[in-house]
């Protein structure tokens, strides 16, 4: 009976998941491709390469530099199985396909990413080939100057032990556990297809918070007293329509990593940096300005925003795999359902 009860509960998973895969590949495919020349405002497709903007991200498990990952460790010892690390992040990203560039926010997107890394320990508890834990800060400079890689390159890193998972969770210890790693990321160079709302950057209600997402993000805009808030600001009309206006210094390209492009605002005894030569400048206004009219895409409440890897064939045959594995988990909640009913009805008296 158990068992019965069992593989309902598990069929009725499955074939949620494939309804969610379902949708997914009928959004995929139910949307030609756009070149990024000749986006237009509402929902587009779009396909290229991954580039990084101004930041990225360091994976937790094998320290690559990413836009996105999903990492998570769990470790079991046959009996029950704790969740040590579930952690997933994002940062906005460009898209570049043959005819130009457009800016990715990632903030509330769907992501279809299969793990790059999915290994356990041995069967004496040694670690899988390939794992190296972050040991430093989760985000990078995307384009550090040659000063900062050659100071990277000089440090020595305390290496960090597995028991710490590089301060990202503690594990047990308990003899005979198994430690399962897995890990998804989408790393500069990849090919990925994005569908989305296309929308000028001005109309993006908070540029800063749709630029990162995550599991462990303090700016998800999901604070509903947040989102009161901003929308009060803008109806009484105090909220900042310009990003000099709401940061200040913050706004100028290049203040705070060295090299502004104009002259900060600052107390009269403070060290004053120097300005940025005309190719720096350039370099920072091509990497933090983006102009109130370029087109982005985004999550909208009418359109979500998907980021698949691969192109789009490839994408729309991972979500059909995952509708028919929904079918076989409908087969088997049929299945168990009919098993349960004989077994109630050969039990009662």
């Given amino acids: 009976m158990f068992l019965a009860v069992a593989g309902i509960a598990g069929g009725l998973a499955l074939l949620g998941r494939g309804f969610v895969g379902y949708r997914r590949a009928g959004q995929i495919a139910g949307t030609s491709t756009s070149t990024v020349t000749s986006l237009a405002a509402g929902e587009v497709r779009v396909s290229g390469v991954v580039e990084a903007s101004e930041l990225t991200l360091v994976s ?82 995307a384009h550090p100057d040659r000063a900062s890689q050659i100071a ?47 929308l000028p950057f001005d109309q993006l209600p908070d540029p800063a918070s749709a630029d990162q997402a995550g599991s462990d993000d303090p700016l998800a805009p999901g604070d509903p007293e947040i989102a009161a808030d901003l929308a009060a600001a803008r109806e009484a009309g105090v909220l900042a329509t310009d990003a000099k206006t709401a940061w200040g210094n913050a706004a100028i390209p290049g203040f705070g990593v060295g090299h502004p492009v104009s002259q900060p605002t600052l107390d009269p005894a403070a060290h004053r940096l120097p300005l940025a030569t005309a190719e720096q400048a350039k370099a ?66």
Wanted: glycine share 12%; hydrophobic share 45%; charged share 15%.
């Fill in 60 to 141: 937790p498990l094998q320290s690559a530099s990413c836009v996105y990952y999903r990492s998570s460790v769990h470790e079991g010892n046959g009996r029950s199985n704790r969740k040590v690390v579930d952690e997933e992040r994002a940062v906005g990203f460009r898209l570049r396909d043959a005819t130009g560039a457009v800016r990715i926010f990632p903030n509330g997107a769907r992501f279809d990413v299969p793990a790059c890394f999915s290994e356990s320990t041995g069967a004496f508890g040694d670690e899988p080939a390939g794992l190296l834990l972050r040991t430093g800060p989760a985000i990078a400079e």
């Fill in 152 to 198: 990277a390159l000089l440090t020595v890193h305390q290496v960090a032990g597995t028991a710490e998972l590089g301060g990202l969770g503690v594990l047990s210890g308990t003899r005979g556990a198994s430690v399962q790693y897995h890990e998804s990321r989408i790393e500069p160079g990849q090919l990925v297809t994005v569908i989305g709302q296309a």
């Fill in 284 to 349: 920072a206004s091509r990497t933090f300005e983006i102009p109130p009219n370029e087109l982005v895409l985004a999550a909208s409440p009418d359109v979500p925003l998907t980021i698949a890897l691969g192109g789009p064939a490839e994408a729309t045959g991972r979500a059909e795999g995952v509708f028919l594995v929904g079918l076989l988990g409908a087969v088997l909640a049929i299945a168990s359902a009919v098993a349960l009913g004989f077994i109630l009805q050969v039990g009662l008296p």
